[in-house]
């Protein structure tokens, strides 16, 4: 059993892909390996802490679902122990019930059998006693020395008349910060070796953001819902980077689920030539 900072981990392989996720916490996945390069294209963060109500919050690194919005006493709940684990045909499904805040959270992983990806089905459920309004996030911590790709729309009317562009900025992220890099038909977000933290929002009605690093293209594609509302000023998409790595994050809309309602978010995930993706 091969394990990650010493945590137990197990596998999911194919001839293409390699996806190596924890037992005793998450969900997380923390080694997205393509068999061309042998590398893990994910940050390795497991000495980043989050300070919370609960105590620390472990990042691990990796791949996580949490639930927007984000606040201190809510989203960083620690979750090591107390994890399913289902194996499924081609896949797995990963499962804890968080007590504090009436939520389960769960990560469904197949992977494609003909080429490097995998099929990600994130789902919420209130298995609390009160309606919960919120919306599934899904974050990926991705190695540094690469960049994020968030495309563009083109106008929106006929006439071009009308905006088609809205970004939201956190309070510590910088209008002139190196790594941001707008461009006409995408941003651009360069993951260097910069402490300060900088990170970005907006709604992508494209259904998709991509990261390019060494030689390779990592793409997260779903399905855009931008009649629906949505956290953070209407975003469904947004990047954070911060030194050691970079995140790239897709959003569902805002829901209230009752109790035993679920709502899920589905992403797929490609590994590709570096020069794969256009915009």
């Known amino acids: 059993m091969p394990d990650y900072h010493n945590q137990p981990t197990a596998r999911l392989q194919n001839d293409h892909l390699i996806i190596d996720y924890l037992l005793e916490a998450g969900p997380r996945l923390v080694r997205l390996i393509p068999t061309a390069t042998g590398e893990n294209l994910l940050a390795e963060t497991p000495e980043a802490t989050l300070e919370s109500p609960h105590g620390p ?125 707008p461009g006409e038909a995408a941003i651009e977000i360069d993951a260097r070796p910069i402490a300060q933290p900088f990170k970005l929002g907006y709604l992508n009605r494209a259904g998709w953001l991509a990261y390019r690093t060494g030689g390779l293209t990592f793409t997260k594609r779903w399905t855009p819902q931008p009649d629906r509302p949505h956290v953070d000023f209407g975003c469904n998409a947004e990047v954070y980077t911060s030194g050691n790595h970079i995140e790239l994050e897709t959003l569902g809309p805002l829901v209230r689920l009752s109790p035993g309602e679920s709502v899920a978010h589905s992403e797929e995930w490609t590994i590709t030539a570096e020069n794969s993706i256009s915009y």
């Open 57 to 181: 919050y472990r990042l691990w690194g990796g791949h996580r679902l949490w639930h927007a919005p984000e606040t201190a006493a809510r989203t960083y709940i620690p979750d090591e122990g107390e994890l399913r684990v289902v194996e499924l045909p081609d896949g797995v499904s990963l499962s804890r019930e968080e007590a504090r805040s009436g939520i389960r959270t769960e990560i469904q992983v197949t992977l494609r059998p003909d080429a490097a990806g995998a099929r990600l089905v994130h789902r919420l459920t209130n298995v609390g006693l009160w309606p919960v309004e919120l919306a599934p996030w899904a974050i990926t911590q991705l190695r540094p020395g690469g960049t994020a790709i968030l495309p563009l729309p083109g106008a929106i009317d006929d006439e071009g008349l009308l905006p088609n562009r809205l970004l939201a900025l956190w309070p510590y992220s910088r209008w002139d910060d190196p790594r941001f890099r």
